[in-house]
């Protein structure tokens, strides 16, 4: 697996998560369960994981809905 995005915002994950869900693209979000060593504050950020063949469309994505600036560079 690959990672798509990385971020600290909720909103932005479940609107990933929805455009992937659409197109078809399973996705993992990881680090969602440190929040709990944060105290919920949300200063760990959380990953958007896609398989190694899925990155490239996943990236497409997310560019056409505007939101390329996301994209974590590898």
């Not at 915002?9 to 929805?18: K, N, R, T």
């Not at 869900?21 to 959380?46: F, W, Y």
């Amino acid at each position: 697996m690959k990672e798509l995005l990385r971020t600290n915002d909720a909103v932005v994950i479940s609107f990933v998560e929805a455009l992937l869900k659409d197109a078809g693209i399973g996705a993992i979000v990881a680090d969602q369960n440190m929040s709990v060593l944060d105290g919920s504050i949300s200063i760990l950020p959380r990953r958007v994981l896609v398989l190694d063949e899925d990155l490239e469309e996943a990236h497409r994505i997310l560019a056409d809905a505007g939101i390329a600036n996301e994209i974590r560079k590898s």
